[in-house]
């Protein structure tokens, strides 16, 4: 019943389209109706820079200190369109920047007659922030708190001509009358801006307005009565209220591209290429007009052009050929790359620019954690059917923030160190004060190094060569990294290779460190055995301290403590001979406190022990467990059976799949039996 099938369909469409917004969005009325509306929400004539302000702040923000500093993370920045998808991670602190030039622009206070210029090197995330901007003026623009409004010009057979400019309808009203009606719509203070008006007519609409007023002898309410209000929706696609300009080569810049170009075929209609209506407005300035103009690579502008940008930012004008300046009410917002912009530093564009913009740098990341949840996003988006091992996305994240990292001074810290500092975590003897001198000093810092770029193309690349994987492990991706370095076209030389790969073979060791030590917990994660080890080393310290003999469970006979006991525990953990005692004396203090307050001591209340006992405990099991025998492959059924349960518990604790936890057990084992069975403490 193929007809019964569609009208399902179209009844599934109809249950889906929403009509009210759709008609919300059409709406269209009189002069008058707009005056109404402005009368009760002045916030629907904001400027471009009060708009984009208020978008930011209306999805809401979190604060939180970091190095003593109060923070503030914009939730916007989360990406709420696309579920994410363009989220810009570990810049807070120079986003927080950017909206307060932003709250300062809106208010008028001077950023709104500058180029906002987002700086950084490749691949920072200068054009996610730009997109998010842009994203976001969209959807604001179809809300109710973000409406907004233009108009079109009705002659008296019913012809529409709409501002090819979307200009804001109050701009219609006559000099003369601005005052007063300003005064009455600004009366309430119901916004934080009052409306202002700013900048005459687009010249169509000067133009029209002069025709109009001479046949309605100058009566204003006639006038009125030819004007269509309309709701205005942003769109990039359709070319309204948001424009992109990306500098071609530099011999092929034509400034028709920025302010418009004049249309042949209606010179013959209206006569003269000076009439405004034989103008095609469509350059990027004038189809950003009331949202967002992104100038991408800004500083390869034709210096020719370079007078219309600072022109537009200053005065909120651009020329377009044969016509006076034109009024434009838009965010000018610029991005360049680091080397660009070094490139040009002493240059005298960069002098005329350089009081007419307001940077904000946007480097790199340079928290681990920051970094390694692009490339989650990225798994996620791309929906990775494999699994991905432990440690994967950490240690690929882990190279590319000490790439950018400047080598610590402090020969005390190392470079991990000094990245896992960045990442909030502790490092006995560095103090927050010590992490806030470290970047400080640190000028460079994410300016250089490796971009998530590269990490991503990589991390394809992996994905493509390994086709049907079950499991993605750290070494298909580092291996990736490594031989991609030699085709890098960014990197400056053989040197920078070479300490690139020298930082692989740094994480790869501190991957094997982490690996090692989860199969060693994961070897002594008996907890019974945990407690009768403990148990045991305690009652030989309290004999040890108290002076005491302990009783043989199994003889009943009274003995010295087992000094090989203590120690073999205590040694694990790096107590020497000397401090013994000390460090005993301590322990049984604070077990007689908690004795005293009715409390049982659990190995699990100090952490130094619980690491001790765990070690000790691996270090017994190691030989019974034969993980070593894993490298010769053959193994007995005994000892697998005792590998499985290991296996078991790297599955059910540590996030690792079936094939990963055999690897992991396989490359620990081949650790070990290279003999290199060091633990870490
Ligand atoms: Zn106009
Ligand atoms: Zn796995």
């Known amino acids: 019943m193929p007809a019964a099938s569609v009208s399902g369909l179209l009844g599934m469409i109809a249950a889906h389209q929403d009509l009210g917004q759709y008609q919300e969005l059409l709406w269209e009325g009189g002069f008058g109706d707009y005056l109404d509306i402005v009368r009760q929400d002045p916030g629907v004539a904001r400027n471009a820079y009060q708009r984009l302000y ?63 210029l987002l700086h950084g090197p490749v691949g920072s995330s200068k054009s996610t922030i730009a997109r998010l901007f842009k994203k976001g003026l969209e959807a604001y623009s179809r809300s109710e708190k973000g409406r907004l409004y233009s108009f079109v010009w009705v002659d008296a057979n019913g012809k529409e001509t709409p501002c090819p400019m979307n200009e ?16 009455e719509i600004n009366g309430g203070s119901r916004t934080p801006y009052p409306v202002r008006l700013e900048g005459d007519l687009c010249p169509v609409c000067r133009h029209l307005y002069r025709e109009v007023m001479r046949e309605v002898h100058g009566d204003f309410l006639e006038l009125a009565k030819r004007i269509k209000v309309r709701r205005l929706v942003l769109s990039e696609r359709d070319r309204i209220g948001i424009g992109t300009f990306q500098p071609k080569d530099e011999k092929n810049q034509d400034s028709t591209e920025l302010t418009g170009d004049i249309n042949y075929r209606l010179i013959a209609e209206y006569g003269s290429d000076s009439d405004p209506r034989a103008f095609n407005f469509d350059g990027e300035f004038n189809v950003a007009n009331r949202g967002l103009i992104e100038f991408i690579e800004v500083l390869k502008l034709d210096v020719a052009f370079l007078y219309d940008l600072l022109g537009a930012s200053q005065e909120h004008r651009v020329k377009p050929k044969k016509f006076a300046q034109t009024h434009i009410d838009e965010v000018i917002l610029g991005h360049t790359n680091e080397p660009e912009f070094r490139r040009l530093q002493n240059n005298e564009y960069m002098e005329a620019l350089r009081d007419r913009t307001i940077k904000i740098d946007v480097p790199y990341i340079t928290r681990p954690s920051q970094e390694a949840r692009i490339y989650q996003k990225d798994f996620n988006r791309r929906k990775v059917a494999a699994h991905i091992a432990p440690h994967t996305i950490e240690t690929a994240a882990l190279w590319a923030v000490l790439t950018r990292l400047e080598e610590p001074s402090n020969h005390k810290l190392s470079l991990i160190q000094k990245a896992r500092l960045y990442d909030g ?39 493509v060569r390994n086709p049907g994987v079950t499991c993605m492990n750290p070494f298909m991706i580092l291996n990736e990294l490594d031989s991609g370095l030699d085709q890098h076209s960014l990197l400056s030389g053989d040197e920078q290779k070479e300490r690139f790969r020298e930082l692989l073979g740094v ?23 945990l407690r009768r080890l403990s148990g045991n080393y305690i009652d030989n310290l309290r004999a040890y301290v108290l002076k005491e003999k302990v009783r043989n469970a199994f003889t009943g006979a009274a003995e010295e403590p087992n000094e090989r006991l203590l120690r073999s525990i205590e040694e694990k953990i790096d107590i020497p001979e000397g401090r013994k005692d000390d460090f005993r004396r301590e322990l049984m203090n604070y077990i007689a406190g908690l004795a005293l307050d009715g409390k049982t001591f659990d190995y699990t209340m100090n952490e130094r022990l619980h690491r001790a006992l765990e070690l000790k ?7 019974s467990i034969k993980l070593t025998s894993l490298v010769t492959q053959v193994v007995d059924a005994e000892t697998q059976a005792k590998i499985n349960i290991v296996k078991q518990r790297l599955i059910d604790h540590y996030g690792y799949c079936e094939t990963c936890s055999s690897d992991v057990l396989q490359y620990v084992a081949s650790i070990f039996a290279r003999g290199d069975a060091s633990p870490r403490k």
């Open 54 to 116: 208020d978008l930011v702040v209306s999805y809401g923000h979190e604060d939180y200190t970091e190095y003593k500093k109060s923070i503030r993370r914009y939730t916007f920045f989360d990406d709420p369109f696309e579920q994410g998808s363009d989220a810009v991670f570990g810049l807070d602190v120079h986003l927080m920047k950017l909206v307060r030039v932003l709250h300062a622009a809106a208010l008028g206070y001077g950023p709104e007659r500058r180029v906002i």
């Open 168 to 183: 804001e309808p109050l701009k219609l009203l006559p000099e003369s009358t601005r005052p007063a009606v300003l005064n």
């Open 425 to 463: 975590r502790a490092i006995p003897g560095f103090t927050e004060d010590h992490v806030k001198e470290l970047r400080k000093t640190a000028k460079r810092e994410g300016l250089e190094g490796i971009s998530p770029r590269y990490i991503q193309d990589k991390i394809s690349n992996a994905l």
């Open 507 to 529: 994480v790869k060791q501190e991957y094997e460190d982490q690996v090692k030590n989860e199969v060693q917990k994961a070897i002594s994660a008996d907890e019974g055995a």
């Open 617 to 623: 405990l691996f270090e017994d099991s190691k030989d």
